[in-house]
C-alpha cells in the first residue's frame, strides 16, 4: 500500500500564505501525478493544481497567479505554496498521487488520497 501524510495547514488572514506538504511511503515503483484539491463545507471536492513527473503543471483558474504546486521526486513529496490567501480558500485539502508500486511481487497502479488538512482563512 502507498500512505500520504499531509501537513501544513493552519489558520490565516486573508492575504496571508501557506504551504502544504504531502508526503508518499510504500512500495512505490514509479509517481505518475500529483496533486492537491480541496472541499468546501457542503461543496463537492475541486481541483486546485496538479503536477505530472515530467513537471507539467495544471491550475484551476481559482488559484492562478496565487499558488505553486512543486514536487521533490527525490523524496516523493508535493507541495502547494498558497499565497495571497482569500476567505473562500477555506476548506479540508487533499492530496492525491497515482502510480505504480510493488505488491506480491509484481506492479500495480495506485491512487491514493491523504488524510486531509484544514485551511482557515479569515477575513
Known amino acids: 500500500q502507498v500512505q500520504l501524510v499531509e501537513s501544513g495547514g493552519g489558520l490565516v488572514q486573508a492575504g496571508g500564505s501557506l504551504r502544504l506538504s504531502c508526503a508518499a511511503s510504500?512500495?512505490?515503483?514509479?509517481?505518475?501525478?500529483m496533486g492537491w484539491y480541496r472541499q468546501a463545507p457542503e461543496k463537492q471536492r475541486e481541483l486546485d493544481a496538479t503536477?505530472?513527473?515530467?513537471?507539467?503543471?495544471n491550475y484551476a483558474d481559482f488559484v492562478k497567479g496565487r499558488f505553486t504546486i512543486s514536487r521533490d521526486g527525490a523524496r516523493n513529496t508535493v507541495y502547494l505554496q498558497m499565497n495571497k490567501l482569500k476567505p473562500e480558500d477555506t476548506g479540508v485539502y487533499y492530496c492525491?498521487?497515482?502510480?505504480?508500486?510493488?505488491?506480491?511481487?509484481?506492479?500495480?497502479?495506485?491512487?491514493?488520497w491523504g488524510q486531509g488538512t484544514q485551511v482557515t482563512v479569515s477575513s
Open positions: 510504500g512500495n512505490i515503483f514509479t509517481i505518475s501525478a
Open positions: 503536477v505530472t513527473s515530467g513537471g507539467i503543471t
Open positions: 492525491n498521487v497515482d502510480g505504480k508500486y510493488y505488491t506480491g511481487g509484481r506492479l500495480s497502479p495506485f491512487g491514493s
